[in-house]
Structures are given as C-alpha cells and as structure tokens.
C-alpha cells in the first residue's frame, strides 16, 4: 500500500542553520503531497502542499518540491528560528481529486536552540 | 471559533469501559475523517465520511471501535470495551468545499485505558 518514510528525529539546530528534512514516498497513480507541523501543545496544521509533479509548496520560509522521478518531497527553510521548534509530519492522499485519507510518515521532532 | 472542536480533551477509562469521543466539524465542510495517532507516532487513518455515509472503515482495528455521522455534521466515534492498547490521541479532521485538498484537525482527544 501507500506509505511514507521520513527522516528520523530528533534533530537539533542552532538558530538561523538551514534545515532539510528527507521524506520519500511510495504510491501509486499521483498522490498529492503535504507538510504538516504540530507545535506543542497545539494540533495539526498544514504547513504546505503541491498537488503535482515539479509543483513547489511554500509558507512561512519553508519549502518543499514534489519530486516524481526521486518519489520526494524534502523538507527545507533556509534559516530557522526558535519559533520553529515542532514535530513535522510529511503526508500523502492517494490521488489529486478530492479529499480523501491522508498516509503520514512517523514524523520528524525539530529542537532550534538559540 | 471556526475550527474542528473535539470533547472531551482528555479521557481516562478503565479496561472494559465504553467510551463516546465527539468531533464538531468546521461548518460546511462535508468530508470528515478520524485518526488515531499513538506516542511518537504518526496519525493512522481510522474511518472517513462524506456527509452522512461512512464511505471507508477500513482503518478501524476492531469490531470494538463505531463511529457514527447521523445528520452529516457531528461525529462521534465510539470504542467499547476499551483495552490498554486503545491509549492514543483520536485527531477528527473535516475538509471540503473549497478546501478541495486540505484537512483541517481538532486538537485530538487523548485517551488513556488504565
């Protein structure tokens, strides 16, 4: 079936270090693919998506490019902050019509040290 | 406020005991989806509707585990007899309209089975 395997936390950066997070996924037909941040205490929140292949989500400094050829969509932000301190969850529905169930990875807990 | 409410925050149950978790969707949207999502895991999908009908329960583990949708807005998702491997976060996500990909959590009930 569907899956979706990202990088395994934690990880620990020092403000303003550039950040990547690998995910890969395995599905067929065209998935749409999501970021997703859970800050503490707090619940899901999509961070970013993209529908298609070479489409680039983006939001709040982050980005992530849908891959087809490498089945990736990494993670980055060029310069972290405190703030972005979280566990991120990369995320696939199965295909590009409509809302269907979304497959997470295992998610990535971030630590940004000041 | 206008987001996914769910109730109660947090559930403690004895081994055996029946308990009811309630989601309250952002109004309109028609998709309505559950999670369950374990310590240090991510959310895995449980059962999903649109409107009224239960359109997937593939993900439920257990006869154990309802979910109900009467009128095509609040969800309640029901687990009898609860066992100890039923402690997880229960995320309610809705979508829909014109949020064509996107699925909006609750805060997630926590339940934990003494």
């Known amino acids: 079936g569907d899956s979706v395997t990202q990088m395994e936390g934690p990880v620990t950066l020092s403000e303003e270090a550039f950040l990547t997070i690998n995910c890969t996924y395995t599905a067929t037909g065209y998935p749409s693919l999501f970021w997703y941040v859970q800050y503490p205490g707090e619940g899901l929140q999509l961070l970013l998506k993209?529908?298609?292949?070479?489409d680039k989500g983006s939001n709040k400094g982050f980005e992530a490019t849908y891959r087809k050829e490498t089945t990736s969509f990494h993670l980055e932000k060029g310069s972290v902050q405190v703030s972005d301190s979280a566990v991120y969850f990369c995320?696939?529905?199965?295909?590009?019509?409509?809302?269907?169930?979304?497959?997470f990875g295992k998610g990535t807990r971030l630590s940004v040290i000041a | 406020g206008a987001g996914v409410s769910q109730s109660p925050r947090y559930k403690v149950a004895k081994r055996g005991q029946d308990v009811a978790l309630r989601c309250d969707p952002i109004s309109g949207h028609v998709s309505l989806f559950w999670y369950q999502q374990a310590l240090g895991q991510g959310p895995e999908f449980l059962t999903y509707?649109?409107?009224?009908?239960?359109?997937?329960k593939s993900g439920l583990p257990s006869d154990r585990f309802f979910a109900e949708r009467p009128e095509g807005s609040v969800s309640t998702l029901k687990i009898q007899r609860t066992q100890q491997e039923d402690s997880a976060v229960y995320l309610c996500a809705t979508g829909g309209g014109r949020a064509l990909y996107e699925q909006y959590f609750g805060p997630g009930t926590r339940l934990t089975v003494t």
């Open positions: 995320a696939l529905t199965p295909t590009n019509s409509g809302n269907t169930p979304l497959v």
């Open positions: 993209a529908t298609k292949a070479d």
């Open positions: 509707f649109q409107n009224e009908a239960q359109l997937d």
